[in-house]
């Protein structure tokens, strides 16, 4: 694993915003997925105007790797590509027919087609202070999971997880959310990972310190042959 340690918040933005402009330059297809949430929010500031309109990157397409839905809603956008959505396809004028949606109708043929596609190539991650990446919460999936349904009583607080992802309303909150498992994750040719902030110094330490734990989710990446893991020096605070 390669640790790269920034300054701050809006270092850490632009080395991850490099990483994942490199992998876009490419003159065959290209297939990345990328995260949603507020860690990236400085990342797809950065890359907005560097892709929008821009023909050369018409060979670049995009997949969700986790998705909720808002209940009465599953035909539309659900939490994440919504997130993405108004992040970065939007301001950046991404063609619908270079984003492929992963959802509640399609997940058990998510791995299916994303191998008939050629594979993901890049993968840009965040990760949570206990350790989850994608919707791999601790005790929901295993390492060996590919694509999964992960339903609400798969742990004790998983409702009030679902509802705080909807915003809090109850009549939207789902009874599921789907994401790619870890075997998935494994899979993809390069991974780099972002944290930032004291709040993640914790996990960031049991990153690096490379013992794998299923309790301890992202502990599994460490292991792949291709992950750069990018945080600013808060994060960095416990090493």
């Known amino acids: 694993m390669k640790l790269i340690i920034t300054e701050d918040y809006k270092e850490m933005s632009t080395v991850a ?12 297809r290209t297939n990345i997925s990328i995260t949603a949430g507020s860690t990236p929010k400085g990342v797809y500031e950065l890359l907005v105007p560097l892709v929008k309109d821009k023909k050369y990157f018409e060979q670049v397409h995009y997949y969700n790797f986790d998705e909720i839905p808002f209940k009465g809603e599953e035909e539309s956008y659900g939490v994440t590509m919504t997130n993405l959505h108004n992040m970065f396809f939007g301001p950046a004028n991404i063609k619908r027919e270079q984003i492929h949606v ?6 058990e043929t998510q791995d299916e087609r ?26 929901t999936t295993k390492f060996g999971d590919l694509t999964s349904k992960v339903n609400e009583d ?24 789907v994401t790619m498992g870890p075997k998935s994750i494994m899979q993809i040719k390069k991974l780099v990972m972002i944290a930032n902030g004291k709040a993640k110094a914790g996990i960031v330490k049991q990153l690096v310190d490379g013992i794998v734990t ?26």
């Open 17 to 28: 915003a490099q990483q994942l402009l490199g992998a876009m330059h490419n003159e065959y």
């Open 102 to 107: 992963l959802d509640g109708t399609n997940y």
């Open 114 to 139: 994303i191998k008939a596609d050629g594979g993901l190539d890049f993968v840009l991650l965040g990760v949570g202070a206990d350790g989850h990446f994608c919707g791999n919460l601790p005790n």
């Open 154 to 177: 798969a742990t004790p607080n998983m409702v009030d997880i679902l509802l705080a992802e909807v915003g809090g309303e109850e009549a939207k909150r789902p009874d599921y959310y």
């Open 214 to 239: 299923e309790e301890v989710p992202a502990t599994l990446l460490t292991t792949h042959p291709n992950i750069t893991l990018i945080v600013d020096k808060e994060a960095a605070s416990l090493l």
